[in-house]
C-alpha cells in the first residue's frame, strides 16, 4: 500500500510527522491491504498561525482496487487525533463500501423458502 502525505504551509513536522501517519494510517488499514492501491492523506491547520479548537484537518482518501475512492476528513485539537479519528472513520467506510458490493452479489439468488 503507497501512502502519500501531502500538508499545507501551516503544517510542519518532517519525518517524525511522516512516521506517525505512517504508522496510524497503516495499523488502521492493514486488513484491507490487498484491497487498497494507494492511500493520499491531507493535513491541514484551518486557523494557521492562531489558535482555536478542533482547527488541525485530516483528509484521508484510499483507493480501493476494482472500486472507485473512498474518502474521509476529520477535524480535531490535534493533529494526531484529526488523523487517528481520520483512520478510523475510514475503516468504518470501507467496510461499508465493501460490505455493500457483497451484499447486491449475494441479492441475486434467492433463497428456498420452504413450505410448510
Known sequence: MQIIINTDRHMHGGESLAATVRAIVEGALERFNGQITRV????????????????????????????????????????AQAIDGAAQRLVHRIDHTLGRQQGHRRQGAPVPIEPD
Not at 47 to 56: C, Q, R
Open 40 to 79: 493520499d492523506v491531507h493535513l491541514g491547520d484551518e486557523n494557521g498561525n492562531k489558535s482555536g479548537g478542533d482547527d488541525k484537518r485530516c483528509m484521508i482518501e484510499a483507493k480501493l482496487e476494482g472500486h472507485g475512492p473512498v474518502a474521509v476528513t476529520q477535524y480535531s485539537e490535534t493533529v
